[in-house]
């Protein structure tokens, strides 16, 4: 029989798959990259032009990176970029609608996923089953804070 380390650590491993696997499917539907759907995610929550260098910070890339994922959403007309008033060095991105609404489609889709997952657990168990799992996740960020 195997120990209980060998069986939390297979969990760890499935849960991480099945978050890639859910992260890969909202990427697919916007046919973005992992950075431009973070990006877009971000902006979309701040709502308000952000300048680039924030932006770098914010998302722990460098400037050049940021700008290649702007310019990649420019392109599919999901942001939009422009100089500020302010600094004219200085350049804004922001959300545009076709972007908001692509961003409230994946949020919908991972809804419509969670609320599938629901339907197929014990319905007398589903509160019972998310306290287990808050404890196991409160678990492991202490085990992963302490080291």
């Not at 491993?13 to 950075?35: F, H, P």
């Not at 609404?101 to 996923?113: P, S």
Request: proline share 2%; aromatic share 6%; net charge positive.
């Amino acid at each position: 029989m195997k120990s209980f380390v060998d069986k939390y650590a297979e969990l760890s491993r499935a849960v991480y798959q099945l978050c890639s696997k859910k992260e890969m499917i909202r990427r697919k539907c916007l046919n973005l990259g992992r950075m431009e759907c973070d990006l877009l995610n971000f902006l979309n929550n701040i709502n308000k032009p952000v300048c680039m260098n924030d932006l770098s910070v914010e998302l722990k890339v460098s400037h050049s990176r940021i700008t290649r994922i702007i310019d990649t959403l420019v392109k599919k007309k999901l942001v939009k970029r422009f100089p500020s008033k302010r600094d004219r060095r200085s350049w804004l991105a922001e959300i545009t609608d076709k972007g908001r609404k692509a961003n409230q489609q994946t949020i919908l889709d991972f809804m419509n996923i969670q609320e599938d997952l629901i339907n197929k657990l014990p319905q007398d168990k589903v509160a019972e089953i998310y306290e287990h799992i808050l404890l196991y996740l409160n678990a492991y960020h202490e085990a992963l804070d302490e080291k």
